[in-house]
């Protein structure tokens, strides 16, 4: 069923037709029930915290993870660069000698 937000005879057409049409009003109920029973019992409520931990636990890994690769290429770069300069040192003493 739809009402249309700020039409007041939208939601009043609404609650009318569950009134007089019983039919329809205990299909309505009949799925809400089971809608509720299935999306807000303690077995799903546990499962979807359980996932949401393990995902920000997962997260926070790979953040880890991705930090540390980035400090140890950090480190290599330095390295190398450092060793590139020592080398042209050299040479230039070297050359002077």
């Not at 939601?11 to 029930?33: G, M, N, R, T």
């Amino acid at each position: 069923m739809k009402a249309y937000c700020g039409n007041a005879n939208s939601i009043a057409d609404s609650i009318l037709e569950l009134l007089y049409d019983h039919k329809l009003c205990s299909e309505i109920i009949k799925k809400a029930k089971n809608k509720v029973r299935n999306e807000y019992n303690w077995s799903k409520i546990a499962q979807d915290t359980h996932f949401t931990y393990q995902k920000a636990i997962c997260q926070s890994m790979a953040e880890k993870q991705k930090r540390e690769l980035e400090q140890e290429r950090a480190r290599k770069t330095k390295s190398a660069k450092n060793e590139i300069t020592n080398l042209l040192s050299f040479k230039k003493r070297q050359a002077y000698a």
